[in-house]
RNA sequence: CGGGAAGUAGCUUAGCUUGGUAGAGCGCUUGGUUUGGGACCAAGAGGUCGUAGGUUCAAAUCCUGUCUUCCCGACCA
C-alpha cells in the first residue's frame, strides 16, 4: 500500500480530551476519530487491525465448531418483553421508535435476538449442541463512558452462545470457549489473566473473565501470588494481604481491563422465550445456555495500553495493520525509489503486507509518523542506496543494520 | 445522576480578573531556499469566540439559562 493513499491524519499535539496513552496515541496515529462522548469512527489503520483481530477470533471459533451468524442491531421491544428485560434494563438501553411510534431497542447484547433464530428449530436433543457467534456493534447508554475506546457507547463485539442438553455438555462447550480466547488473546499479542466474576443480576452458576493487567483498568484483580488463583474483587471480596482461599498464600490486587468473558446462563432466557427441546424421554426441557463476548475495540485498545511507548504504538505480529514499512528519504532521488519499489514488489509478491511512504514529505516527519504508527519492521531506503543497501530496523528488538535486497528477501 | 473542570481556526492555545469588536504556534495554500529525526524566509486562506437570552453606547470578556466534552464517584454480563 502506498501511504500517499492511505488517510493516515497523523497529529502532533493529541487533543486535549484524551487523557489515556492508548486514546492520545490512537488519536495521534491516525487510527481512530472520536464522534461524540463514547462514540468513535475506525479510521484505515485502526480498522486494519479491528479485521486482523476479527480475523483471529473467527479462526479460533471455528476450530472449536462454532459457526458465525449476523444479528440485527434494531430489536422489537416485544422480544425483550418476552424475557422482561425491556423493563429490567434501564436507561442504558438505547431505546427509539419507528415511524407507526413502534418500541424499539439497539441491542446491548442478543439473547434475546439469538433465542428467537434458534427456538423453532430447537425441538430435539438431537439438534444439540449448538454453538453461534457474531460479530456486531453493540449499544449501551452508558452514564459515563470514557478513556477512549475503553468503555464506548457504541462498540464492536464479538458475542457467542451455546445451546446444550445438559449441565456437562455446558461444562464442555465453556471449556472450549475458555481455551480458545486464550489463544486468541495470545495471538493479539496480550497478556491476559484469567479471573472468576460475579454472575451479576443474569443469574447463572459460573462466569470467568478475561483480564488484560493495567493500571487504567476498571476492575480490580485479587490474585494469589503463590497459586493460580484470581477473582474480581467484585466476587472474591478480598483485599490485598488476605490468605488465598486455595492455598493460604498472600492475596495481591491490580486493576484489570476485562476483554472478555464466558458466562453460563443455564436456562433463563430458554425458558422465559420457551426454548424447549424433547429428550430421550419425551420430556419438554429447556436448553442450556452460554454466552461468551469479547470486547473487539476494547482489545484493540488494551493491546495499545499494554504495547505502546513514549514515541508511539508497536504492534504486535499478528495484528499489526501492515508488518514492514519502507521509508524513501527522497523521492525525488532515483536511486532511492528504484530500490523503495523494487523492494516494495518484491515483499508484496511474498505476500507480506508492505506500506510505503511515498509522500513528498521530509525525513524528519516519515520518521516520526513512522515511530507514531508502530509497524514493526522498517526499512529506510537513503544515503546507502547507492551501493544497495538499505537500514533495516526491527523495532521489537530495537536493532538496526545495514541490509541489501537479498538480506531482507532472506529474512522475510 | 452527584461533585469538579473546560468549550476561541483542523490541532494546541493567548486574550477574560480591569468590556472597546480576536492573536500566536502547528497544520493548510503559493513562491523561493532547503533535504537523514516533525526545516527556513516571504506572502496568503481559514474564527457567527458552543449556543440562547440579558446588562451596556459597546460583550470572547460581566450575568442567567442551555448544550457539549473531559475527570472523580455512583453504575456496568
Excluded at 484524551?18 to 496515529?29: I, N, Y
Aim: hydrophobic fraction near 35%; glycine fraction near 8%.
Amino acid at each position: 500500500m502506498k501511504q500517499s493513499l492511505l488517510f493516515v491524519p497523523t497529529l502532533k499535539d493529541a487533543p486535549s480530551d484524551a487523557e489515556v496513552k492508548s486514546h492520545k496515541l490512537m488519536t495521534r496515529a491516525g487510527l481512530i476519530k472520536q464522534v461524540a462522548a463514547g462514540i468513535y469512527s475506525y479510521l484505515p489503520l485502526g480498522y486494519r487491525v479491528i479485521k486482523k483481530i476479527e480475523k483471529i477470533i473467527r479462526e479460533e471459533l471455528d476450530k472449536i465448531g462454532a459457526s458465525e451468524l449476523l444479528l440485527p442491531a434494531l430489536q422489537p421491544r416485544d422480544l425483550w418483553d418476552e424475557s422482561g428485560r425491556w423493563d429490567k434494563y434501564g436507561p442504558e438501553l438505547m431505546r427509539l421508535k419507528d415511524r407507526k411510534d413502534r418500541d424499539f431497542c439497539l441491542g446491548p447484547t442478543h439473547e434475546e435476538v439469538i433465542t428467537q433464530v434458534v427456538r423453532d428449530y430447537l425441538n430435539s436433543y438431537k439438534k444439540l449442541p449448538l454453538a453461534l457467534y457474531q460479530i456486531q456493534t453493540k449499544f449501551r447508554d452508558e452514564m459515563r463512558p470514557r478513556f477512549g475506546l475503553m468503555r464506548g457507547r457504541e462498540f464492536i463485539m464479538k458475542d457467542a452462545y451455546t445451546f446444550t442438553e445438559t449441565e456437562a455438555d455446558l461444562d464442555t462447550w465453556y471449556q472450549k470457549f475458555s481455551d480458545a480466547y486464550t489463544a486468541i488473546f495470545k495471538r493479539c499479542g496480550l497478556k491476559t489473566r484469567i479471573v472468576s466474576s460475579d454472575v451479576g443480576q443474569i443469574g447463572g452458576d459460573e462466569a470467568d473473565e478475561f483480564m488484560v493487567m493495567s493500571e487504567v483498568g476498571e476492575d480490580l484483580i485479587t490474585y494469589c501470588t503463590d497459586c493460580d488463583y484470581a477473582a474480581n474483587q467484585d466476587h472474591s471480596k478480598l483485599n490485598d494481604g488476605d490468605d488465598c482461599p486455595v492455598c493460604g498464600g498472600t492475596i495481591t490486587t491490580a486493576q484489570g481491563i476485562e476483554v472478555g468473558n464466558i458466562f453460563k446462563l443455564g436456562t433463563k432466557y430458554s425458558e422465559s422465550m420457551n426454548a424447549k427441546v424433547i429428550n430421550e424421554d419425551g420430556q419438554h426441557i429447556p436448553v442450556i445456555m452460554g454466552c461468551y463476548g469479547i470486547g473487539i475495540s476494547r482489545t484493540l485498545m488494551a493491546s495499545v495500553e499494554q504495547h505502546a511507548t513514549d514515541k508511539g504504538l508497536l504492534w504486535p505480529d499478528e495484528i499489526t495493520p501492515f508488518h514492514i514499512h519502507i521509508l524513501p528519504i527522497n523521492v525525488n532521488n532515483e536511486t532511492h525509489m528504484t530500490l523503495a519499489n523494487t523492494l516494495y514488489t518484491s515483499l508484496k509478491e511474498k505476500g507480506i503486507e508492505v506500506l510505503i511512504d511515498d509522500r513528498k514529505e521530509r525525513a524528519g516527519s516519515k520518521f516520526k509518523d513512522s515511530d507514531l504508527m508502530g509497524i514493526p519492521y522498517r526499512i529506510v531506503v537513503g544515503k546507502d542506496a547507492k551501493n544497495g543497501q538499505v537500514e533495516f530496523t526491527n523495532r521489537y528488538e530495537s536493532e538496526t543494520s545495514l541490509k541489501t535486497i537479498e538480506d531482507i528477501l532472506d529474512f522475510f
